[in-house]
């Protein structure tokens, strides 16, 4: 048997690793230390004659790169006939099978038979077996080589032959005193008593030949039922998966079908699903907007009908637009307050300086304090109510003048603002085209009725193009400007 290929699932530190171009003669592995030549050595060692229990206190060598413990040796025997010797994690040293071209066996009996029965010990001591383990030779000198190797043939595991002349020299001395009483008689009798159970052997030997041929055939019945067995099991699995596969299959014809009925959608768009589906959320959207366009008009309306019509206010609207009118003048009077306030200081100043002027003993008290006549204060009376009269007047007329030159600024700026360059060019190409047509169609003179469309067209265009721009023409806003 010679190996040719490695495959290692997970052992120590390997996993997933294979080993291809080994042949025949010298095959060298080299590496550094902890490279893992021992690990494969034993990888090796454990494919062929099982896996340690971990009652046996060594090196499991369990995957620490992930994997499951195991793999197979690819191997060639003499009649060049290829093998694979795979082994799994299991009770007595793992499940091993054996596959040959046409057919797959299984047990350890079979793996020993086709390594010519050679034990593990054999193979450790003779085949297999590390420098430490050569160390354990005690020397290297080749007496004691040739007694590991001669041992390792006989079957004696790591027994050397030295150790086994040493134990018949103390046996010889035992049996064979110079001095004392002998123990030959006993050990006569004991070899009489063996010779018989040899005889009584020997007689079975025939029954032993047949029980151990029937027994090697019940050993290939079983291999073959067990393969049997992997069949039916592969075939049950296949069936099961079929049962679960069969609603999803049914599924799938009707799909078909269905598809085989639709129409044909190549000049779909290739976005189309993606377009489908923002048009469906945007008109989502759309809805709910409407919704809330109708909720808020729908509330506007209730205000409206809620509201109640004031027709005595509605009588002076007039003066109602006026005062809207005039909000702004009085916000723009609350913002210069202070500005008034200060100027009313300078003007208390000024009225100070000036009765200074009149006469430096007086002040304002004094002034306040004249004693007027009722004629005089009837006067000033008269004077302040027809100055107050003459100056609402004037605030009146102020905003009637305001509101007419808004009403006449917003009439003013109606329409659009189109030169009047422009209107006569398109109005003269216009006119100009149509005598030309008449006086052409007149005169049959092809050229000029050619000119006069030409002129008609570009008139045409011309107004078109005006139209199309008229909010470039529109007239500004003088309401808006004032």
Request: aromatic share 8%; glycine share 6%.
């Amino acid at each position: 048997m010679q190996l040719r290929e490695i495959h290692i699932d997970g052992f120590g530190i390997f996993s997933n690793k294979r080993i291809t171009g080994l042949t025949p003669g010298i095959n060298i592995i080299y590496g550094k230390n902890e490279f893992g030549k021992t690990t494969l050595l034993e990888f090796i060692r454990r494919i062929l004659f099982g896996f340690p229990t971990k009652k046996e206190k060594t090196n499991l060598y369990t995957p620490v790169s992930g994997g499951s413990l195991g793999g197979s040796l690819k191997v060639v025997l003499q009649n060049s006939e290829d093998l694979i010797i795979s082994r799994s994690p299991g009770a007595h040293g793992g499940n091993v099978r054996v596959s040959t071209p046409s057919e797959v066996l299984q047990g350890q009996t079979v793996l020993n038979h086709l390594l010519g029965s050679a034990s593990k010990d054999i193979y450790r001591n003779i085949y297999a077996f590390t420098i430490d383990e050569l160390h354990d030779f005690n020397t290297l000198n080749s007496e004691e080589v040739k007694s590991r190797i001669y041992g390792a043939g006989l079957g004696l595991g790591n027994i050397s032959l030295k150790d086994i002349e040493k134990e018949i020299e103390s046996y010889c001395t035992q049996i064979f005193r110079p001095r004392g009483s002998s123990q030959m008689g006993a050990l006569m009798e004991k070899i009489k008593v063996a010779e018989l159970d040899i005889l009584q052997i020997q007689k079975n030997l025939t029954l032993f030949d047949e029980l151990q041929e029937k027994h090697n055939r019940m050993l290939k019945e079983k291999v073959k039922v067990q393969n049997s067995l992997e069949d039916l099991e592969s075939g049950k699995r296949t069936l099961e998966t079929q049962v679960r596969l069969y609603e999803d299959t049914i599924q799938y014809l009707e799909a078909q079908n269905k598809l085989e009925t639709l129409e044909d959608i190549s000049q779909f768009p290739e976005n189309g699903l993606k377009t489908f589906e923002s048009m469906k959320t945007e008109k989502k959207n759309l809805f709910l907007r409407i919704e809330e366009e109708e909720s808020a008009l729908q509330t506007i309306k209730d205000n409206r009908e809620a509201l109640t019509v004031n027709h005595e206010l509605l009588k002076h609207e007039e003066i109602v637009n006026r005062l809207q009118q005039s909000i702004q003048s009085v916000l723009s009077v609350s913002q210069d307050l202070d500005r008034v306030r200060f100027e009313r200081e300078d003007l208390d100043m000024q009225i100070a300086e000036e009765i200074k002027s009149i006469d430096r003993n007086w002040n304002e008290e004094s002034v306040m304090t004249f004693d007027l006549t009722e004629a005089e204060k009837g006067q000033i009376d008269e004077f302040y109510d027809s100055f107050e009269s003459l100056r609402k007047e004037k605030d009146l007329y102020q905003d009637r003048l305001e509101s007419h030159r808004r009403t006449k600024a917003e009439k003013m700026s109606e329409g659009w603002n189109i030169p009047e360059w422009l209107k006569l060019f398109y109005y003269g190409f216009t006119a100009t085209g149509l005598l030309g047509v008449i006086l052409g169609g007149y005169f049959m003179n092809i050229p000029l009725l050619i000119v006069a469309m030409v002129l008609i067209a570009g008139g045409i265009f011309l107004f078109k193009k005006t139209l199309k721009s008229k909010n470039d023409f529109s007239k500004e806003d003088l309401a808006e400007k004032n």
